[in-house]
């Protein structure tokens, strides 16, 4: 339409009909890389949207890996730049009623000015408000007005202008050119010499616009994208940033909704919102970003246009944003599409954006993250709690959540009074701590044992580099001075990482999630799937009983009356013995066709069980005690097969019950164990070495995998390091329980058990049984006869015969409730 003779629009633009007008839509152009499908989304909505309300729709766009440039999107595509001369020249063919700038981003909004000089009729939020939008004096002089605070700030545009504000109103200081985009050029400086720097390669740029700075606030920032009619606003949600400021928007990790800010501070955000969206005359979208700090919300910046953030917050929360956007450009209102104004409170989710980096095809960079932008992409996690989707959201996006190894660690001053809480968090997990001379100081000062790691110059053979190289460290904090500078130990370090795809973690913030989401012992195979074009409009309510069977305690679902999709996930939820309900996992009750009813067990890190002598029992009780059968002999079907459980009464109450386990399963391959058999086809007795001890173990299955020790004293054992190293030694391919016994008498041993899973517990009913298999195995006790287990949270009685193994004890109802996820 620019440069050729013919112009190749006019047949298309005779034939579209006198009565259809005509709406140009801009698109955010060939922007940064991981910038443009974001307002790719909101383009093509707003296509969609005008043509709903039977609108011809242009696209202009000149970004060939995006949906708006392809063909049969809009009425018509220009493939153009988006500059001043071609937009001028399109317009001038198309002859729109209005154009679109606010779905395009800050490419997009540029064009303002000159369209709206030559009489263009911008649709939406007028042209002399996105002006004060961007304008500090005048955006300063409207929060003025408003009684709105920001962060003191001013503009300059030389050197010396620069470091005089910035001494004027305190180190550090957050730098930025006008009309910015994605934070580039956008820097934190703490100290003159990080002023000259900057401003020598900005002014070296030959710039139009001043430089902002603004003081620095280390607080929590939220952002919200809103919807305003020029009278309402519709506040789909507010995000917070796990990171604090100082981090772009597009680097920090966003959750929603947010979870850190009291009702005071959200109500106050929502009034700032509605003054500024009423005060620019916005119609349409804008995007605001704030500070907590100290109790008190700052305005960062306001940007009267779409946000990288609209698509994630439509999908999570339902609304549809650009659709309800582009209809109030039109003059329709927010009341009259059925939404009402402030914040919007329907999603029961909690959804967490988590950025992508693509650092390793990058050479050179610095992977220190900062005001300016730097992620390629970005994942969307969404389940019920913080927790979950932030693990899904982390390992989506690449990070390798290893949960053992060496955590190295290096953080600049202003870092060592949060770090010792960070590295305690990774030494509770098991992590070993590296760390270079200063912060391993402060690491030693706090009780922390931090192994001391040279600096690259003070060591050519040992030190950070080599470390690394090493093979020992699963993740690196490192939070010392960024920079331009290639030769710096810190960018080393940095680059170091990627080469060797270790996470860099360069923010404590990030750190910090990291390590809760290594603690919540989360799996892939333990989070729900959520379909994300059929999401709940609430919460569920679910009905459960907490029972306990020998101090064996669970938590029981009754899915006869109600469906649980992610029983996995609310294992991890609620058998927490300081969070949650509280148990050693969590049983489901549910229809069965070949029994009364099928048992589903849950363990405490929701890897689910086979089988669950404990459990068994009280699920008979709950199911004579709830009406669900009218009989004291029952059959329940369990991943081990069919189990037959008889009932006891005392005074007419059942109190307990007997269950035929079976045939206790001793053939090494089906336990399994990878031994060979001995001469009976067993393994007894067995000497195996574990973790570099010799121990004697007896392996039996009943219907779970058990390893069997006998040992003098169980008391003073520490079943805390032992415990795990048989539940994930090698010879154990589906991990294993591991029962240790001191036999008391030949009806009588005493046991202390742990339970793949769950760890050390009160009671384990299959263990029980297989420790009384395995002490007729060796001689200690008799078979067919009554041998009592003497365990942490009672006594259980067990029969080994030839046809089974009858395990006999105690079923409770502790209480009953519900709870809402």
């Not at 960079?365 to 927790?387: I, R």
Request: aromatic share 8%; with cysteine; proline share 3%.
């Amino acid at each position: 339409s620019t440069y050729d003779n013919e112009d190749e629009a006019s047949e298309f633009i005779a034939n579209r009909g006198h009565d259809r007008k005509t709406v140009i839509v801009f698109g955010s152009g060939p922007i940064r890389i991981g910038q443009g499908i974001e307002f790719d989304y909101a383009s093509v909505h707003c296509v969609w949207a005008l043509k709903e309300k039977g609108y011809d729709v242009v696209i202009v766009n000149n970004n060939p890996e995006t949906v708006s440039t392809d063909f049969d999107t809009a009425d018509r595509l220009y493939f153009e730049p988006l500059t001043d001369e071609d937009v001028m020249n399109i317009i001038r063919v198309e002859k729109p009623v209005g154009v679109v700038v606010a779905f395009g981003g800050q490419t997009a909004i540029k064009l303002t000015k000159h369209m709206a000089e030559h009489g263009v009729n911008i649709l939406g939020t007028p042209p002399d408000a996105i002006d004060a939008a961007e304008d500090r004096e005048r955006f300063d002089e409207l929060l003025e007005q408003l009684k709105i605070k920001r962060p003191q700030g001013f503009t300059v545009m030389t050197c010396d202008e620069a470091l005089e504000v910035a001494n004027k109103i305190h180190y550090p200081v957050l730098m930025r050119p006008s009309y910015v985009l994605g934070g580039q050029n956008m820097i934190i400086a703490f100290n003159d010499d990080d002023i000259k720097e900057y401003m020598a390669i900005i002014l070296d740029q030959g710039i139009e616009n001043p430089v902002l700075i603004d003081k620095y606030l280390m607080g929590t920032e939220l952002e919200i994208d809103a919807i305003c009619d020029g009278e309402d606003i519709l506040i789909p949600g507010i995000m917070e940033h796990i990171e604090r400021t100082g981090i772009h928007s597009g680097d920090s990790i966003a959750v929603y909704p947010a979870w850190n800010v009291s009702d005071s501070l959200i109500n106050r955000i929502i009034e700032c919102s509605k003054k500024l969206a009423i005060a620019l005359n916005t119609k349409g979208l804008v995007n605001i970003q704030y500070i907590a700090y100290h109790d008190e919300i700052y305005v960062i910046e306001v940007n009267p246009r779409s946000s990288r953030t609209i698509p994630y917050i439509s999908k999570v929360t339902g609304v549809p944003m650009v659709d309800l956007a582009t209809k109030c450009m039109l003059g329709e209102k927010l009341k009259d599409m059925g939404y009402g104004t402030g914040l919007y409170r329907n999603s029961p989710y909690v959804a967490v954006k988590v950025p992508v980096f693509s650092f390793e095809k990058l050479i050179g960079v610095d992977n220190h993250l900062g005001p300016e932008m730097k992620s390629t992409g970005e994942v969307l996690a969404v389940s019920n709690s913080l927790e979950e989707s932030l693990y899904k959201g982390l390992t989506a996006a690449g990070y390798k959540l290893g949960k053992k190894g060496g955590v190295f660690i290096t953080v600049r001053d202003s870092d060592k009074g949060e770090i010792p809480q960070t590295a305690k968090m990774f030494a509770d997990l098991g992590f070993k701590i590296y760390a270079t001379n200063g912060t391993a100081k402060v690491l030693h000062e706090h009780g922390i044992d931090a192994e001391v790691v040279a600096k690259i110059h003070e060591n050519e053979d040992n030190n950070t580099l080599t470390l690394i190289e090493s093979g020992k460290i699963a993740y690196v904090i490192s939070t010392s001075s960024k920079g331009r500078i290639p030769t710096r130990d810190s960018v080393k370090i940095r680059r170091k990482t990627v080469e060797w795809n270790i996470p860099c973690l360069t923010s404590i913030d990030t750190a910090n999630a990291i390590a809760a989401s290594i603690r919540s012992k989360y799996t892939e195979s333990t989070t729900e799937i959520v379909d994300i074009n059929n999401m709940r409009t609430e919460k569920q309510t679910f009905e459960f009983t907490k029972m306990q069977g020998c101090g064996n305690d669970y938590i029981y679902f009754n899915c006869f009356d109600q469906r649980i999709d992610n029983p996995e996930g609310l294992a991890l939820n609620l058998s927490d013995r300081h969070f949650g309900i509280g148990g050693d996992g969590v049983i489901l009750i549910c229809r069965s066709k070949v029994a009364d009813a099928k048992m589903r067990m849950f363990n405490l890190d929701g890897s689910e069980g086979k089988m669950c002598g404990n459990g068994i029992r009280c699920v008979a009780k709950f199911m004579r005690d709830n009406g669900i059968v009218d009989k004291d002999e029952m059959t329940i079907e369990t991943l081990s097969g069919i189990m037959t459980v008889s009932l006891i009464r005392h005074y007419g109450e059942v109190s307990g019950a007997t269950v035929n386990m079976g045939k206790a399963i001793l053939a090494p391959h089906l336990v399994p164990v990878e031994l060979e058999p001995d001469e009976n086809g067993r393994v007894v007795d067995r000497k195996v070495n574990i973790a570099e001890n010799d121990y004697n173990i007896t392996c039996v299955s009943m219907g779970n995998p058990h390893a069997v020790v006998f040992m003098n004293n169980v008391d003073s054992l520490d079943i805390d390091k032992v415990g795990p190293e048989f539940e994930h030694d090698k010879i154990f391919p589906e991990r294993v329980n591991a029962e240790f016994i001191k036999v008391i008498d030949d009806h009588t041993l005493k046991m202390r058990v742990w339970e793949r899973g769950s760890g050390e517990t009160w009671a384990c009913g299959t263990g029980a049984c297989a420790a009384a298999v395995a002490a007729v195995l060796n001689g200690f006790c008799k078979k067919d006869e009554e041998i009592s287990v003497i365990l942490k949270g009672g006594t259980l009685k067990i029969r080994y015969t030839d046809e089974a193994v009858y395990l006999t004890g105690d079923a409770v109802t502790v209480f009953s409730g519900h709870i809402v996820m």
